[in-house]
């Protein structure tokens, strides 16, 4: 960047440090860190911006303040602390005074330390201890705009759900608007971090910008410079850091703070005499921690020093010089200034601090040549700027405090920054009531006409952690006011240079503001056009290997499962919640109208009405509470804070402490809720009772947390009443699109889906289906993941001829499932009322068990809507099928008070016989056996199938029903079969048998998975072809196993046919053409391929395995065989193919059976013995 191009440079700075509150324990060294940050960091910061506005300065910054800090600032427990150890710092200036008379150095210090924590509790007072307000009157003023950073401070990037990310910026924005009162209108995301999962999240959010960092080709950038903001296609602002400019004060090797004559933060006393002699120690024991842990006191009597000299005669650091500090701090603002083009290097004149500064903390500066400071020529500067590899020096990465840079966010400001400078004695301009927030009212800067726009320019974001300003850094604070004082000159002299305001105007270029903000961009130039941003962090190598290492990467796991549990949880607890229908259709109208409050109070010592009254807490109320502390619990277990400490080292075991303390906390809470009975009164136990308490007294932040943001992904469309087509292509924006507008809610007096009381039907209620009104008839929901038209194994095919056939019986049955293609959302199929729910991913992607989470949430919601939609409609049992829906089918039962009955169509066990080696397998398993012990009647479909899951979940064998799969019967359309004329000839037996050179067809039909074997019918084939060399082998499915066995079939040509997933109609083409049907499975726990073939008349030849055991009888109505030798598999086949007779015998017999053993009428009968078994048992005080 030349220096003759002067750039506007946006400073921003964030705040942010871990949550350390613990009431009850004492001071901790945790906390004093929030104690040592007040004194040295966030009241010199407001002492410098009290000094700003008095001078009337109109240089402005950008403030970035995480809500956990929020919280910490607005604490009083805190806040009474804070003062505490100011009055002990001045209290221990005074005495070392005394203590060091006889070294006039030191002692000067002394004094100089004292006087400062003097003003420090000063204004301490002043402000009664309130930073908060304070900040608001600097943004009022137009000194700062304030923005949020997300709630805990979590690197988003590494985050598995869009609604956990969500529900950390929501909370950002409701804490942001509460504390502050306006609505931000961007934000800055922790660490840098960006994924693009969070664009329509932040647009969602009224976040217009974020800072970003800058990708090394520039991308983005739109060609108008190398740190020129850019908007993206979906219309997110991006502000890129300027690495080369922050360099100046971060890069450890050469940025400012590392410059020899500033002073050594280490070199404390409070370190030094409390390893020093018994005397020593007596003497700095009150100013240390009650336990005697050395910390920081503020006394440092060294500085940095260096290897060049300069050292004590112990070779260590060398005494620190105020004075010569303060002058090389202003020589560094000047040089920072003049290294952006801004204004000349100032090498004479000139205080460091205007009379309104205070003179006797800080010395004035006095001509210094830039060689003395160790700098280069700012124009040599620009020229070589490198990004920062590494934090400063005087800030080592891994202290526990935090040295990592932090999220940024922006509040809105409306202060005409132009006019201010232009006029320099006129007050400052305050911002209106509803540009400042009173009115509620969101600012809307975007709106400015783009033709009143210059065009883009070059900004130069330097981002920095507010802390490295007074902490790690003693002279940043002075380094910054002179900093804005030195831009407020050069701003005023652009517009004054002309001589008068009636005289010519300076070139635009001259004239752009020195320091601007994001919202002061955005009413003044205009964005260039650029790409998408990728995923970043401006962490080390710009991606997440600071946060996601070997030391932390244990983390990550838990916390996705968290994130599901917690989303989960707050699905079941929204069924009957009004209230969360309500915030969520105001949310997309407009996200400021929602607001709540919590019922305990925060920080008083005093339990408060909470404790008092938690017996007369209704059902929703102690809900609400638990599922608040839950969501506070999982945001703390989410900070970054956790995994930067332990992979810097620092306070590791703290670090992962605290980690396992949130989420233990969150996964304790969570049983509570399936304590409380929706039908008796909300009275928890005693313990459980004690145990909120002390999480709510321990975690005391987000008094407005709304856990039902973690429902947005799911609720947000439906509850705004939006159609499918207005939605944005984003997973979070609608899994659950229906086509239909949801039902709103009625403002009052709506009884929950499980009251009694009489309730007036829906305008929308669904169709009954066919009842016969006998006292056996039942009301039948079914949960199950696939169902027809559009299938992928045996289960949805199974569950569409069973509900159909107790739809027949005069059962009403209700069918929730999944969506695909232009499926209907609800429909009346086979006389079952089906409701299809939509879940944007697809279940074939890699993260499967995602889609699994997702689906059942879908259910969940879909299950309230339906009951909502006709509220007469009752159930008497729950069917669920399979494990994918384990789940939702525990939420149902609990919510409905059902009894479950569950279908375990196969196990995982089976199916990867018996090698659970891989984690998704493992968790299936696992919710097979939750599902079965969970379930009041288990069926199964096959003997071989009881046996195996009592064997594997334990099981007893009475709660075990066998009923198996079975067909309706077949139309006339099904039953036809195309003839195979061939000619005949004369075998051994003199049965007529086919010529050896007819078309012939072996047909398998099935997914293409390990388990089902193909590959043994690709072996065998060989020696069919040696007998019937036109035969030819067709293979329909789809799965995983699809390329490996193309790869096997490719010797064969032609003659292997790969048809890919066949539909109903393409199926019973399939059969119908085929003269044998060969199912050489190693698993199958039933077999509906073998039922379809009968049906269609094929004759079979199947494995002697599980299911299909009980299906063919070897020899009597098909061939049954071991799935492991190619030559008698083949031997079998050719048999068939070769001996019509045989072949027609064995089709007559299976029919028989099919009709006889497999009858629909038969199995919907005794599955709804089985209901009504399940429906005895629970209103039986009898054990079943």
Known sequence: ?????????????????????????????????????????????????????????????????????????????????TREILKRRVELGHKEKERLADKPGPASLASRYAGRYTDMLALFDKIDGKIIPRLRLYADHGLIQLIPAAATHPFLPLFKTEEAAFAQLYTAVTEFRRYFGFAPSGIWLPECGYTPMLEPILLRLGLRFTILEAPEDKAGDSGQGPAAPYVTPDGLRVFTRDAAASALVWSRDSGYPGHPDYREYYRDIGYELGRGTPAEQAYIRPYVLPDGTSVATGYKYCRITGAAGGADEAGGKAPYDAGRAAELAAVHARHFLASLGAAEPATTGGAAVDAAGSAADWAAAVPTVQAAAGLASPASAAAKRQPAEAPPASAPAGDAARQTRAELSDAELRYDRQASCAAPEAEPVRLSASYAGESGARPQAASVSEARLLPPRPVAVCAFDLELFGHWWHEGPLWLETLLREGDREQRRRYTASGSHSGPSLPDSEKQPVFLTPSLYEKRYAFGKGTAPVLSSWGRGG???????????????????????????AARAARTDTAARKAHQALNVELDAISSSDPFSFYSSDPGPNRRDDENLSHTAITDRILRQAARELMLAQSSDWAFMIEAGEMAGYAAGRFHEHRNNFYQLLPILDDIDERQPAVLSPEKLELLHRMERSASLFPDVNWRAYLTGYLSETLAGKKRSQAPASALAAPLLEEQTAAQESETGKPSAGSSQAKPPAANSFTTGPNTGKKTSLRVLVLAWEFPPHLIGGLGRAVGDLTAQLARDGHTVHVI???????????????VHVHRVEVLQSPESPAFLDWVFRLNIAMILRMERLLEENQELRF???????????????????????????????????????????????????AESSLAELADKLIVCS????????????????????IPNGLPAASDAESSRKPHPAPACAGDSGRTLRSAFAKRRILYLGRLVPEKNVPLLLAAFPYVLEQFPETELVIAGTGPEAASLSGLAAPFGDRVRFTGFADEAAKAELLAEADVCAIPSLYEPFGIVALEAMRAGVPLVAADTGGLAGLVEDGVDGFRLPPADPRAWAGKICLLLGDPELAALFTKRASAKLHTCFNMKEIGAATANVYQSAINCQRSTKTC
């Not at 099928?881 to 009955?901: E, S």
């Not at 046996?947 to 066998?962: A, D, H, I, P």
């Open 1 to 81: 960047m030349s220096v003759s191009q002067p750039v506007s440079a946006l400073l921003v700075f964030h705040a942010h440090l871990p949550y350390v509150y613990r009431p009850g324990s004492g001071l901790t060294l945790e906390e004093y860190w929030f104690h040592e940050a007040m004194c040295d960091v966030y009241l010199p910061f407001a002492d410098c911006m009290d000094r700003l506005l008095n001078g009337k300065v109109c240089s402005a910054v950008t403030l970035s303040v995480s809500p956990v800090l929020l919280s910490m600032w607005e604490n009083p427990d805190l806040q009474q602390r």
């Open 543 to 569: 991606d997440a290997r600071v946060w996601l290492n070997p030391a932390t990467d244990w983390m990550y796991p838990l916390l996705h499962a968290a994130e599901e549990a917690m989303a989960l949880a």
């Open 817 to 831: 499932t999944c969506r695909r293609d232009d499926e209907a959302s609800d429909s009346l199929w086979n006389g």
């Open 876 to 926: 008497d049992i729950l069917h669920a099928h399979d494990w994918l829906v384990y789940y939702a089918a525990r939420d149902c039962r609990q919510a409905l008070r059902l009894p479950l009955v569950a279908t375990l169509h196969a196990t995982e066990h089976g199916r990867k016989l018996g090698r659970l080696d891989d984690p998704v397998s493992r968790k299936i398993h696992a």
């Open 943 to 962: 003997d071989s199938m009881a046996e195996e899951v009592t064997s594997l979940f334990n099981l007893k064998k009475s709660g075990v029903t066998v």
